[in-house]
């Protein structure tokens, strides 16, 4: 009897989540399966598949000389670097003042929170004018206040990234902030209070109390940090388009323009294969850290 | 005297982070601002908010036949529209099973499901478009909406609400002879109703932003998205600034109303799942 209902309970549950794994393979898993295939293959477009041939690891060792892809290479691990000890660090510290007592606490998170939802794309018009070398409001009142060489943000070869992190920052933010503070919301009063009687002054009830109860929550926000740095296509593409030159050019650019611009998606696929990798070795390397410094 | 040194410290406290505020939203404004102002208004140095001729005509233009503004805007409706629904019935239906039913192999497929979450998205948009040319639903609403509704983080955050759900309720309903179908459908889902309403919330916004599947899937202008279509906007009317703020505002005006009404459930929802994992 309880064996057939069981029976019956696993039919019904595969009849229930069918529909989802069908689109699960097809849409997830099928592309990350068809994207090693072809990274082996000189496929260039999808008309011309048939002359496609396998080639190995060759896509591999071109990759080595490519200095364009080097450079794309090189722009999304600065791009990440720069990114995620910010968004990091931001976020935090935003969490930690919000939590104090102030008025209006819920209309501030709000405020801070709210380039989070907003349209990149609208956003980057916003930002180009308001960053414009000449007009721009900011360069105008770095101007007034006496700057005499206002930096060319986004249209300067040396600034274009940095401002282009600094961007993502402000719209990112709303994410690692609010997580935070949800987290310190949950810290025990009685730990804190406990500490204060114990003569702790605030930075050592920060240091010694607090952070180390954010642990899961620090760990788990530079994954997602780190996943988003590394889904950069749409705020470049939409704010300098890989320019100037191609000093904003990152790996989802490089994989797109040599995919559909050069029409050579076996290399292509290749240049994904090298995003998967860094992907996973981060995440492996942050797993064994946390694991570790779990002992004791 | 210590109370008034502490009142003090947090009407200062306030006052700093509501600057900090204002200025982290200051893009918007200024956007709202220049939408209503001639063009040569808009590089006015030092800057004023309320603009001195208020116009409209940069609203009608973005409007007018010139171009395609207003069937981008019914594409994106209907597009966010099929993804909320088939999302709700799919996902719904399959974290029921994860957290309800028992079946063989069912945590490792759970865990295989979870980890393809760190799969960045950017980096399967090659083998992505050899298989929508395969199905045949390249530049078509589809090659947005299939992808998107079969979503991993959702499974994962109804699941958990579905797990909070004491399993009393539907023991008594299986005793009754009551369905999966019925327990999921009559007991489940209503009471998961606030999980329900961050999803559609969250999908809402995220589909209305998407820009990267409209970009690459999507080549007829007449069938693109509104991310894709301001931008094009935005090239072919390089000079024309207040015209790009009005349009840009358009954009926004329907996530940021959604958002300031329902930010209760944008942000406790992130709060939750981030605490879960």
């Known amino acids: 009897m309880t064996s057939s209902l069981r029976r019956k309970e696993a039919r019904v549950a595969w009849l229930f989540i069918t529909p989802y794994l069908i689109g699960f393979i097809l849409f997830h898993f099928l592309p990350i399966f068809l994207s090693i295939i072809l990274s082996l293959t000189d496929m260039k477009y999808?008309?011309?598949?048939?002359?496609?041939?396998?080639?190995?690891?060759?896509?591999?060792?071109?990759?080595?000389?490519?200095?364009?892809?080097?450079?794309?290479?090189?722009?999304?691990?600065?791009?990440?670097?720069?990114?995620?000890?910010?968004?990091?660090?931001?976020?935090?510290?935003?969490?930690?003042?919000?939590?104090?007592?102030?008025?209006?606490?819920?209309?501030?998170?709000?405020?801070?929170f709210m380039p989070y939802v907003s349209n990149m794309v609208a956003i980057a018009i916003v930002w180009s004018l308001l960053l414009d070398?000449?007009?721009?409001?900011?360069?105008?009142?770095?101007?007034?206040?006496?700057?005499?060489?206002?930096?060319?943000?986004?249209?300067?070869?040396?600034?274009?990234?940095?401002?282009?992190?600094?961007?993502?920052?402000?719209?990112?933010?709303?994410?690692?902030?609010?997580?935070?503070?949800?987290?310190?919301?949950?810290?025990?009063?009685?730990?804190?209070?406990?500490?204060?009687?114990?003569?702790?002054?605030?930075?050592?009830l920060f240091r010694f109390v607090t952070f180390p109860l954010l642990k899961n929550t620090t760990f788990l926000l530079i994954i997602t940090s780190i996943i988003t740095s590394l889904k950069n296509f749409t705020i470049i593409q939409v704010l300098t388009e890989g320019g100037p030159g191609n000093a904003t050019t990152v790996l989802p650019l490089k994989i797109v323009d040599t995919?559909?611009?050069?029409?050579?998606?076996?290399?292509?696929?290749?240049?994904?294969?090298?995003?998967?990798?860094?992907?996973?070795?981060?995440t492996a390397v942050q797993w064994i850290g946390k694991n570790r410094s779990e002992i004791y | 005297m210590k109370t008034k040194k502490k009142k003090f410290g947090k009407i200062f406290l306030t006052a700093v982070l509501f600057l900090f505020g204002i200025a982290c939203i200051f893009p918007f404004i200024f956007m709202l601002s220049s939408s209503f102002k001639p063009l040569n208004e808009i590089f006015v140095y030092p800057i004023k908010l309320i603009p001195e001729h208020f116009i409209f005509t940069n609203y009608t233009e973005v409007f007018s036949e010139k171009y395609n503004f207003i069937q981008w805007y019914g594409n994106t409706l209907v597009m966010v529209f099929m993804i909320i629904v088939l999302k709700i019935g799919i996902v719904t239906l399959t974290a029921y099973a994860f957290a309800r039913l028992r079946f063989k192999g069912r945590d490792v497929l759970f865990l295989v499901l979870l980890s393809s979450m760190m799969i960045p998205p950017d980096a399967v948009i090659v083998p992505k478009y050899v298989i929508f040319k395969a199905f045949g639903i390249v530049d078509s609403m589809w090659s947005i909406i299939l992808p998107s509704i079969f979503d991993v983080f959702f499974v994962f955050m109804v699941r958990q609400f579905f797990l909070a759900i004491p399993e009393t309720l539907s023991e008594a309903a299986i005793i009754d002879g009551c369905s999966h179908f019925k327990i999921y459908s009559r007991i489940i889902l209503p009471l998961a109703k606030p999980a329900i309403v961050t999803m559609i919330l969250f999908t809402f916004i995220w589909a209305w932003n998407d820009y990267m599947g409209p970009y690459i899937f999507i080549t007829s202008?007449?069938?693109?998205?509104?991310?894709?279509?301001i931008k094009m906007f935005q090239v072919n009317n390089a000079v024309d600034y207040g015209l790009q703020m009005a349009a840009a505002t358009l954009v926004l005006v329907p996530i940021l109303i959604v958002f300031l009404f329902c930010q209760k459930y944008f942000i406790e929802g992130i709060a939750t799942s981030g605490m879960k994992n």
């Open chain 1, 259 to 282: 995919a559909f611009s050069s029409a050579r998606m076996g290399y292509a696929s290749a240049q994904a294969m090298v995003m998967f990798v860094l992907v996973m070795v981060i």
């Open chain 1, 133 to 204: 070398p000449v007009d721009g409001i900011i360069n105008q009142t770095l101007r007034a206040l006496g700057v005499s060489n206002a930096p060319m943000w986004l249209m300067g070869s040396k600034t274009a990234l940095i401002t282009v992190v600094m961007i993502a920052v402000w719209r990112e933010v709303g994410l690692q902030f609010v997580t935070y503070l949800a987290a310190l919301q949950d810290v025990p009063k009685e730990l804190k209070e406990a500490a204060q009687i114990d003569g702790a002054n605030r930075f050592q």
């Open chain 2, 221 to 229: 202008p007449e069938k693109q998205m509104l991310s894709v279509g």
């Open chain 1, 46 to 112: 999808i008309s011309t598949a048939d002359q496609t041939s396998f080639i190995g690891l060759g896509n591999y060792f071109e990759m080595i000389y490519d200095a364009e892809f080097r450079n794309a290479f090189k722009n999304s691990i600065i791009y990440s670097v720069c990114f995620v000890p910010l968004v990091m660090v931001v976020g935090l510290l935003l969490a930690v003042l919000v939590n104090q007592k102030i008025y209006f606490r819920n209309g501030i998170r709000a405020m801070i």
